[in-house]
């Protein structure tokens, strides 16, 4: 298994006052290690919390500030007519 690309992070975060918390289950384990993998991870907020698939209500970058310097990105819906706005 390679090392991430962004494991740095983990020890040495470009934010002085940034902690990593502690994973609460798998979902978190499999965010931070994408945000150490890729420098991101996407979160995807469901209209429905009973549905897991789309349609989304908000999408989400976590991550890309922490590892590239970018700020994060949000893409949400724009009212009934169901348009993403970034």
Known sequence: MKEPKYINSLNSPRLKSFE???PEDDKDRR???DIL???CTILMIHDDD???GPP???IYTIGLYLNLG???KLVRKTGS???WAG
């Open 20 to 22: 990593w918390q502690q």
């Open 31 to 33: 965010s931070f290690r």
């Open 37 to 39: 993998d890729d420098g």
């Open 50 to 52: 009973s549905d897991p």
């Open 56 to 58: 989304y209500h908000s």
């Open 70 to 72: 970018s700020s994060g």
């Open 81 to 83: 007519d169901g348009k």
